[in-house]
């Protein structure tokens, strides 16, 4: 008889999410658009924010067109003569930085929240998660313009709209997963042995929540790059001095009307491919860390 | 002729893991009014039989061999369609859980009518008409109330009355009931064996008992195949079987039941466990939990015949000469 | 039956008292009223007048209770770009925004329900592959990108489809609709279409979720087992049991389209309530901003309120259990 070889989870997780190709070219493409937007500067034919490489009769050239000084526009010009391409990789560096900025503090605060009120249970409990299914009951668009009309615009106020908005969301699912754990019998033998209550929580119950939340934190920073990109094409999100690619997108739509394509059309590309990506990964991710679906 | 003549039927799942055997070589016939009781543990491919029967073997799964003769007709040459009047008219079948087989959200009436206007043309009326008379059939009182009702409504006991209720409805040749009492009370399940025995002999309808238990069989069947790992290890009458068992492993399932231990020691058990239908091995496959098993049970049993009634795959059997002979 | 309406509507009436002491606080308590409430142009004497006509100097539970007489009245303060009540003009543009509600939502559940069953039901054969493979997409594009993309395709390249506004209205009962004449549907049909695909890709896979469940159950291989046309079998057993739970997402996501149309509003120009939120927020014409909160608000509430209700009345082991409750 033979006996089964026994594989760390993470070996099982990584075989199993790499049974979907679908999934795995998601991620071949996310770690491409990762790279594009670190390495921006360094890849970029032109810095589009330095103002001296400009050239205002540079401005509307259509894609493959080529600069005065020579500079070829593989994806065309905007109307300030900056090139899409360098503005598409600044642009993904900010849609990117900004998601998943505000992902991870929401991820913090809804977790420590979270946390809390399963641990505590009782009155602090209830109120917590009245609130959180209240916050949770409005579309999170609604949210976001509201606070932004009261806060105004710039880079914090949006990370801040965006942290507020999501931040519901993983405190209920922390304390949906914490509360299953906190009855299992492990939580009550480390009680009885005194353990400090930080320590049962971070080392105990905590790495028992994480894989639901990972599955949602991915499909989440999807879910704020396309709000935040929705905030700037409103013209209520980043300032001009910061392009992400919705605020890329919002400058072209004046042009897409007389035929300009590329100014809207391809930022708005980008902005896509990354969301369907990471939605990709996020989806096997899913299903591959889901106990029900275990065959 | 038998009503229903089930010849060396093998269906087969083809999984990913591997190809499932859940039923390899299984043949038995049943007669007009008469009750075959198909009794194994879980596993061992007797609700497969059931649902290959019915033609309702759904992929990875389907009937690799074998012949299903209803009336003289093979079912298995007939259409998906042709199979699908057939169900519920010619054959019904008896589910487990009658809380899941019974749709929640719709009412008892809408249940039972549609099964009479799928397969006649009829009016409502008339077959809400067939629907009290079969409630009134199974025992089921105030059958006017039970109809404007739904499942949740309504006890285990009674649920598995209207299942059977509705088993009935269109006068089928054959009835498969599995498992239909497992789920429920004890005194429950005395009475609806009781009353399914009537209802077959009344009707002249064949009736195939699937379970495990083998008590169960006893008072309720003409006839008990045995099943183990796909296939028939033994059958025949059930008193001459019950009481002359020739397979090793019918004679484990009766010395493990209950009523026939004494008090205070401890319950006979077959030793070992069921094997794993995906890892198969070639041979007997009860030979590892037999002790009369020796190099012979390395080549799987053919079925042979001892008597003009009982048919037995082993090549050891308990008695080789039965004297027991019972025609009945 | 009765108890369980009634319990339903108290709660209601709480949580819309809750959400509006929420409201109150943000508006009254955060920041300084005077600046939210007045006009920013308006001069000393001015303020002084407005303000204790507001009665911004009275306490707080005192401006609590008139802030809630106000709002039931339906004066939430005048709008500082148009100088005439804040609630006025979102009414008047609210029509606008429902139709274009309601038809993005019919197109999504006449799409969206049927795609999901036939998806659901086979779920490893090819079109049920690509039918999830869009619906992954339909909501991954963001909704304004996919309004571009329709812009571009249909108004400038194909020239079919009008790229802004509403076009001609008709009058139906009095209320102005789009949908009973040609040009009006010609601007409409962009617009619905762009509002309705994220939701028709959700209803696409809930639908296909829900199905895929429900042929598994003991429930469904019964119906067949009694001979039923596999028709029956899925679009009165199967559709039956899965209509719950799907009712009660299209009830609660159709306060979610009503936000979503302030971005569609935004890219075709259409007169509606999201527009005109986006419009006072970038000439901080704050009363309009509260009055446009309240009033999503109570909408929010009362589709809360009428999902629960429908929900009791179809599930019959809710209702009836409702019943004895």
Redesign the interface.
Known sequence: MSVAVERSPFARIASDFAASRLALSGLAVLALILLAAIAAPLISPQNPYDLAQLDIMDSKIPPGGVSADGMRFWLGSDDQGRDMLSAIFYGLRISLGVGVLSTLAALAIGLVIGLTAAWFGGWVETVIMRLVD?QL???S??IA??L???LGQGVDKIVIALVAVQWAYYARTVRGAALVERNKEYVEAAQCLALPTRRILFHHVLPNCLPPLIVIATVQV?HAI?LE??LS????GMPITSPSL?LL?ANG?TH??S?K?WI??FP?LA??VT??AI??VG?QLRDVLNPRLQK | MPVLAVENLKTHYFTRAGVVKAVDDVSFKVDSGKVLGLVGESGSGKSVTGFSIMGLVDPPGRIVAGRIVLEGHDLRARSDDAMRRLRGDRIAMIFQDPMMTLNPVLRIDTQMIETVLAHRPSSRSAARDLARAALGRVGIPAPDERLEAYPHQLSGGMRQRVAIAIALLNDPRVIIADEPTTALDVTIQAQILYEMQKLARETGAALIWITHDLSVVAGLADEVCVMYAGRVVESGPTESLLDGPLHPYTAGLIASIPSRNQRGKPLAQIPGMTPSLLRLKPGCAFRERCARADGACMNAPEITRPTTVRTLRCFHPLVTQPTVDHLL | MIVFIIRRLLQSVVALLIMSVLIFVGVYAIGNPVDILINPQADQIEIARVTAALGLDQPLWVQYWEFLKHALSGNLGRSFAQNVPAMQLILERMPATVELALCAMVIAVALGIPLGLVAGMKPDSWYSKTIMAGSILGFSLPTFWVGLVLIMVFSVMLGWLPSTGRGQTTLLFGVPVSFLNWDGLTHLAMPALNLALFKLSLLIRLTRAGTREAMLQDYVKFARAKGLPMRRVVLVHVLKNIMIPIVTVIGLEFGSVIAFAIVTESIFAWPGMGKLLIDSINVLDRPVIVAYVLIIVFMFVLINLVVDLLYSALDPRVRLSEMTA
């Open positions: 209240i009951s409005f579309p668009i609604l313009l509201v932004l009309a009261v999807a396309a990109a929705t094409f409103l013209g209520l919705g997108i739509f897409l009307l035929g394509y809207s059309f708005g902005l896509l969301i369907v939605n990709l989806d």
